[in-house]
């Protein structure tokens, strides 16, 4: 995924170009987590002018989509009925427009390439197949890509997996821009597909899908760092509340320096995750809150995101906080146990050292009840330090 980002600025792309191309490659390394049939934001700085602007992208419900489709039990609905008309390749295309430089199709290259030759299965695509299984295997078309040479053999981590339709989708997408996907040679069996999952997507739904742009992100400062980040109804908004709580409490790398002072501040944070939801069980409506952090001399010292659903927020949160606040190097800053909540649950990673464990388990007086168990964000959490970039994943 990098190499092929690296590519693309090597051949004068923009970062837009770069992180386009990377997310394609994405969709394949993490297909469990995202793809061209869902959506997504961008937060994009423009470094000559200092302006940010957001790109909402995410998936939109169908025309005929009512409150009563799903019927009095949700979970006995046809899963086609949960299938949106998808924003991810709209969402591309516009932020290619205002700021790419390459070609369209050259950003697709990499991922095509990808694609046909195959890769390793990583642990947490691995883990998704596995938790799937039944689902792939009375699917012929999943089984075509999950299933190994010998069918009804489901790959496991680092057998080698390729995507081939899909690259010849990607090929049809490059040559033909998104409109192929939305109004164009692919939309009919796109269309057969959906109804044939019991979905209620129409052709005019495709069509008419356009992403929303913002040029008024989020803006908030912590320290000697400004934070801009994507506004409601993403999770821009619950971000800025959590740091802005617990800068009242002078954050530093003194704060984690003893069990004490550990325990304390995880209490801290806590607390603040909490705040950040305070209504019961409301969550924004995405939780998906790519961040750009400048330094006070507006310089990028940090970019940051995240995929694991209504946790996304938190830990992207506790990401910088280690990182910026707590002077940890970037890899720990990644690996290091996280915690998070649910409604009146404090949820602690088994891997958290035992000590500051165990007084968070008595000092959690504001909730009804703490149960620490494992929680491991798997998902992929992208974060540049802008003089050396690299790539780590939790």
Same mark, same amino acid.
């Given at each position: 995924m990098v190499h092929g980002s690296w590519d693309i600025l090597k051949r004068n792309g923009s970062a837009v170009d770069a992180a386009i191309a990377a997310l394609l490659c994405v969709s394949l390394v993490n297909a469990q987590s995202m793809g061209i049939g869902g959506g997504g934001v961008f937060t994009i700085w423009d470094a000559s002018t200092g302006k940010v602007e957001t790109i909402n992208a995410r998936e939109t419900a169908p025309m005929d989509a009512s409150e009563k489709m799903f019927g009095k039990d949700p979970k006995k609905a046809k899963p086609g009925l949960f299938i949106a008309v998808p924003g991810e390749l709209r969402g591309y295309e516009l932020a290619h427009k205002r700021h790419g430089r390459l070609k369209w199709k050259e950003l697709f290259e990499p991922s095509i390439k990808l694609a046909r030759e195959g890769f390793k299965i990583d642990k947490p695509l691995a883990k998704a197949i596995n938790e799937t299984s039944d689902t792939i295997l009375t699917n012929?078309?999943?089984?075509?890509?999950?299933?190994?040479?010998?069918?009804?053999?489901?790959?496991?981590?680092?057998?080698?997996?390729?995507?081939?339709?899909?690259?010849?989708?990607?090929?049809?997408?490059?040559?033909?821009?998104?409109?192929?996907?939305?109004?164009?040679?692919?939309?009919?069996?796109?269309?057969?597909?959906?109804?044939?999952?019991?979905?209620?997507?129409?052709?005019?739904?495709?069509?008419?899908?356009?992403?929303?742009?913002?040029?008024?992100?989020?803006?908030?400062?912590?320290?000697?760092?400004?934070?801009?980040?994507?506004?409601?109804?993403?999770?821009?908004?619950?971000?800025?509340? *959590?740091?802005?709580?617990?800068?009242?409490?002078?954050?530093?790398?003194?704060?984690?320096?003893?069990?004490?002072?550990?325990?304390?501040?995880?209490?801290?944070?806590?607390?603040?995750?909490?705040?950040?939801?305070?209504?019961?069980?409301?969550?924004?409506?995405?939780?998906?809150?790519?961040?750009?952090?400048?330094?006070?001399?507006?310089?990028?010292?940090?970019?940051?995101?995240?995929?694991?659903?209504?946790?996304?927020?938190?830990?992207?949160?506790?990401?910088?906080?280690?990182?910026?606040?707590?002077?940890?190097?970037?890899?720990?800053?990644?690996?290091?146990?996280?915690?998070?909540?649910? *409604?009146?649950?404090?949820?602690?990673?088994?891997?958290?050292?035992?000590?500051?464990?165990?007084r968070l388990y008595v000092c959690v007086p504001l909730l009804p009840y703490a149960v620490l168990f494992e929680f491991r964000c798997e998902a992929a959490l992208l974060t540049i330090e802008w003089s050396t970039p690299q790539e780590r994943r939790v």
């Open positions: 012929a078309a999943l089984c075509e890509v999950f299933c190994g040479s010998h069918n009804k053999t489901l790959l496991k981590e680092k057998d080698t997996i390729r995507f081939l339709k899909l690259a010849d989708t990607y090929e049809k997408i490059a040559e033909q821009g998104p409109d192929a996907f939305y109004d164009g040679s692919l939309t009919q069996d796109i269309l057969d597909d959906i109804k044939a999952a019991g979905g209620i997507v129409t052709r005019e739904d495709l069509k008419n899908y356009k992403p929303v742009l913002n040029e008024s992100a989020i803006n908030f400062t912590v320290g000697n760092y400004i934070f801009r980040a994507p506004d409601a109804p993403f999770g821009g908004p619950v971000l800025a509340l *959590i740091l802005n709580i617990l800068k009242g409490y002078n954050i530093s790398s003194s704060s984690v320096s003893t069990t004490e002072n550990k325990t304390l501040t995880y209490h801290r944070m806590i607390e603040a995750f909490r705040f950040a939801n305070v209504q019961k069980g409301k969550r924004p409506l995405s939780s998906m809150c790519p961040t750009i952090i400048l330094d006070k001399h507006s310089k990028v010292k940090m970019v940051v995101g995240g995929a694991g659903g209504t946790n996304i927020t938190t830990s992207v949160a506790q990401v910088i906080l280690n990182y910026l606040f707590f002077d940890y190097d970037m890899q720990k800053a990644l690996e290091e146990p996280k915690v998070q909540i649910t *409604i009146n649950e404090a949820n602690v990673d088994e891997r958290f050292e035992k000590p500051p464990k165990l």
